[in-house]
Nanobody
Framework: QVQLVESGGGLVQAGGSLRLSCAAS????????MGWYRQAPGAQRELVAR???????RYADSVEGRFTISRDNGKNTVYLQMNNLKPEDTAVYYC???????????????WGQGTQVTVSS
């Protein structure tokens, strides 16, 4: 099995910053991409940012220019630097990994348990 462990969430005032981390572990052959999604109460889960093993990135329009995703492929870890946070960024943030499992090379899509980010005005 594969596990994703998230950290870095918390409470911050508008304009502040947080950095989220997500480490993947288990029988992993290769991680194709890792990303962050978020879900606010009563809202759909949405893509925040995603990065492939090759370094290609994608951001939601609402966060582009404020958030930066990065990865350490050797550590199977992805980070999300969140700057100039706004109250509308308040949500549970979930880490996601698109990967190939070891030996079988079966593709899987894995999720962390989520970390709460709350931005006060």
């Amino acid at each position: 099995q594969v596990q994703l462990v998230e950290s870095g969430g918390g409470l911050v005032q508008a304009g502040g910053s947080l950095r989220l981390s997500c480490a993947a572990s288990g029988r992993i052959f290769r991680i194709n991409a890792m990303g962050w999604y978020r879900q606010a109460p009563g809202a759909q889960r949405e893509l925040v940012a995603r990065v492939t093993v090759g370094g290609s990135t994608r951001y939601a329009d609402s966060v582009e220019g404020r958030f930066t995703i990065s990865r350490d492929n050797g550590k199977n870890t992805v980070y999300l630097q969140m700057n100039n946070l706004k109250p509308e960024d308040t949500a549970v943030y979930y880490c996601n990994a698109d990967l190939l499992r070891s030996t079988t090379l079966v593709r899987g899509d894995y999720w962390g348990q989520g970390t709460q980010v709350t931005v006060s005005s």
